[in-house]
Structures are given as structure tokens and as C-alpha cells.
């Protein structure tokens, strides 16, 4: 195993940092559980807030803007939209991109994901401040279960 070299998981981290130039932004990545609740777990810690708080905030932004959000919450079962939405409230499923847009919509923040390509992917509602900006990273191979989000932080 010593001899293995480097993990997936900290190939791709020195990626996202290397490739997003957070040295020189002064940027880094701090852990979050991993538990179905990382993105919401991130969010919230970037504003100080609970996890739970911000999964609500996403189901009721989701339910409010249906004609929005419904067409791209389809999923294999052909659940309907308001399971959906109680899913994003009261589960651990995994939130994603749909989740994020509605999240920066209820928060009117900007927020942006790092990953391990030199673009970051910025959801942001109409007149979100750059100051109020959250960060996050999203990695494909951080735990073996799948896609992970973290914070990331001014050092």
C-alpha cells in the first residue's frame, strides 16, 4: 500500500486546488460529513445555519417554482414532484444541481462549486452579491460512495 502512491481521493483534491489556483486565492477545502446531507451540510455551514434548515429551504423553494424545477426532477420511478420535494426535505438523498439552483434562488446568494476541471460551475439568482458568495467543492472520488461537496474557506 505504501508503494501505491496517491489516493483517487487526494489526486483529484490537488486537482480542484491546483487547477482553481486556491493558494493564490488564499482558498481551502474544509471537510464535511459524509451522510446524504454534505451539500446541505455545506451550505449551511457557510451561512451558520443547521443542515435541516437549508434542506427545507430547498423543498420549499423547489414546491413554490414547480413549472421551474419539476421538469428536471424526473427520475426512473416517475415520482411525482411533491415526493420529490418531501424527499429533498425530510431524507438523506443526495442533493445536486436542480438543489443548488433552488438553494442560491431561496438564498439569493451566489454560490460556487469547484471541481476538478479550471471552470467552477456558479449558480447564482439575479442580483446576488459576489461578497456573500458561497464556495464549495464537489468531488467525484472523496469517499468511495460516490459525489461529495465540501466548503471551501478564505484561509
Same mark, same amino acid.
Given at each position: 500500500?505504501?508503494?501505491?502512491?496517491?489516493?483517487?481521493?487526494?489526486?483529484?483534491?490537488?486537482?480542484?486546488?491546483?487547477?482553481?489556483?486556491?493558494?493564490?486565492?488564499?482558498?481551502?477545502?474544509?471537510?464535511?460529513?459524509?451522510?446524504?446531507?454534505?451539500?446541505?451540510?455545506?451550505?449551511?455551514?457557510?451561512?451558520?445555519?443547521?443542515?435541516?434548515?437549508?434542506?427545507?429551504?430547498?423543498?420549499?423553494?423547489?414546491?413554490?417554482?414547480?413549472?421551474?424545477?419539476?421538469?428536471?426532477?424526473?427520475?426512473?420511478?416517475? /415520482? =411525482?414532484?411533491?415526493?420529490?420535494?418531501?424527499?429533498?426535505?425530510? &431524507? *438523506? !438523498?443526495?442533493?445536486?444541481? #436542480?438543489?443548488?439552483?433552488?438553494?442560491?434562488?431561496?438564498?439569493?446568494?451566489?454560490?460556487?462549486?469547484?471541481?476538478? /476541471? =479550471?471552470?467552477?460551475?456558479?449558480?447564482?439568482?439575479?442580483?446576488? &452579491? *459576489? !461578497?456573500?458568495?458561497?464556495? #464549495?467543492?464537489?468531488?467525484?472520488?472523496?469517499?468511495?460512495?460516490?459525489?461529495?461537496?465540501?466548503?471551501?474557506?478564505?484561509?
Amino acid at each position: 500500500m505504501a508503494n501505491a502512491g496517491p489516493s483517487n481521493r487526494v489526486l483529484e483534491t490537488n486537482t480542484i486546488v491546483t487547477l482553481n489556483n486556491f493558494d493564490s486565492l488564499g482558498l481551502s477545502i474544509s471537510d464535511i460529513k459524509a451522510d446524504g446531507h454534505c451539500l446541505y451540510r455545506s451550505i449551511a455551514a457557510a451561512i451558520s445555519q443547521d443542515y435541516t434548515v437549508i434542506r427545507s429551504l430547498a423543498a420549499d423553494v423547489l414546491d413554490a417554482f414547480k413549472d421551474d424545477y419539476a421538469p428536471f426532477a424526473m427520475d426512473d420511478e416517475g /415520482t =411525482p414532484f411533491h415526493e420529490y420535494c418531501d424527499k429533498v426535505r425530510q &431524507s *438523506a !438523498e443526495w442533493g445536486g444541481e #436542480l438543489e443548488l439552483r433552488a438553494i442560491a434562488r431561496g438564498l439569493k446568494r451566489r454560490i460556487r462549486v469547484f471541481n476538478a /476541471t =479550471p471552470n467552477p460551475i456558479v449558480v447564482e439568482e439575479e442580483g446576488a &452579491s *459576489a !461578497e456573500d458568495e458561497i464556495m #464549495l467543492s464537489y468531488h467525484l472520488s472523496y469517499y468511495d460512495l460516490g459525489a461529495h461537496y465540501n466548503l471551501v474557506i478564505r484561509k
